[in-house]
């Protein structure tokens, strides 16, 4: 390793990442980026740094591409058709679900010119209506017409039991796979062809024998997590926060941005930065009252005869003391003559 490459010992890298990380986050405007191909805004910039290091549960605008085998990613219409096929369409969509109270009834009645814009046929309405309804009596109603006839269950009354079913007809799956929206065909910089899609469903999308599993992505870490362990979590996390910078044309040494990963990795799950994360785990009491909830901590700490025993920085700057960071942390001894 260069000489220039190596770090000193007892460095304060953590408080140098901070710095590298925090101070471009401020100067970052609240533009947004434009996705081809993708008709939304995703946020880039300062929203989506904050939603990356307080580990939300899912991006305020998700994503997935879906890179296919080289016998369709050579073709613009094969992948057309393979993103058409897997484009969520629910019932509502498709159809009105309207409630006879009177006949204890619901009928579903497709829109034609909707269902014919989405390419669904009645074939695939009718068996998301059976699936919905589950035991209950599905029958052909008049033209493009289903009705389902609703009888007491249990103790539950009638009238309340339809419209539970009513809003969950709505919500059915007709075609396509769940999560996943306004999907569309997408040519990267070697001709290759895939599918850039709103949302997310790694486990299904992979299912399709068209997707090559191993290049799937999604800027929702905590789905990648889920699916692929802390390993992909951390690399992803650190794909995206660079990217964020990047695109902001902030030039941040990848070192600080994995060392911000591994921290919060480090337990085999993603946390947050914050109080509910990093910030509120410190070993010391008064680390954690000096960065928010001051009187919370301290009260606890009291309670509970808790001790401090002065590791972090900010514990020995409260109390008056050398930080144990770099020259204050080497002890000198000597061996005085006799």
Same mark, same amino acid.
């Given at each position: 390793m260069a000489k220039k490459e190596t770090i000193n010992p007892y460095s304060a890298v953590g408080i140098v990442a901070a710095q590298s990380l925090g101070e471009p986050g401020t100067q970052m405007t609240m533009r947004t980026f434009h996705y081809a191909g993708v008709a939304e805004h995703v946020p880039t910039g300062l929203p989506r740094l904050i939603e990356l290091v307080d580990a *939300? *549960? $899912?991006p305020k605008k998700p994503l997935i591409n879906i890179y296919l085998k080289s016998a369709h990613s050579r073709s613009e219409a094969k992948a057309a058709e393979f993103a058409d096929k897997i484009e969520s369409v629910h019932l509502s969509e498709v159809a009105d679900v309207r409630e006879e109270m009177w006949k204890k009834n619901i009928v579903v009645r497709i829109r034609p010119e909707d269902a014919k814009?989405?390419?669904v046929?009645?074939?695939m309405v009718e068996k998301a209506v059976k699936k919905a309804a589950g035991a209950l009596e599905v029958e052909k109603g008049e033209e493009r017409a289903f009705v389902v006839k609703v009888r007491k269950e249990g103790d539950e009354p009638v009238?309340?039991?339809l419209r539970k079913l009513t809003g969950k007809l709505g919500k059915t799956l007709v *075609?396509?796979?769940?999560?996943i929206k306004k999907a569309v065909v997408v040519r990267d910089a070697e001709g290759e062809y895939f599918v850039r899609a709103s949302g997310f469903n790694i486990k299904e999308v992979s299912a399709h024998e068209e997707v090559d599993a191993s290049r799937i992505y999604t800027n929702n870490v905590m789905e990648i997590l889920k699916v692929f362990g802390i390993e992909a979590a951390? *690399?992803?996390? $650190?794909m995206e926060v660079k990217q964020v910078m990047d695109l902001q044309n902030l030039a941040v040494d990848p070192r600080h941005i994995m060392l911000l990963t591994d921290a919060m990795c480090a337990d085999g799950k993603v946390k947050s930065i914050g109080r509910h994360?990093?910030?509120g785990e410190k070993a010391g009491v008064l680390g954690r009252a000096a960065f928010e909830e001051t009187i919370k901590h301290l009260v606890n700490a009291a309670v509970t005869a808790e001790e401090d025993n002065l590791v972090g920085v900010t514990e020995n700057?409260?109390?008056?003391q050398t930080i144990p960071i770099g020259t204050g942390k080497i002890r000198l001894r000597m061996k005085a003559k006799k």
């Open positions: *939300k *549960k $899912e814009a989405l390419r046929t009645s074939a009238l309340k039991s *075609k396509g796979i769940a999560g951390r *690399k992803s996390l $650190e994360g990093l910030s700057i409260i109390v008056g």
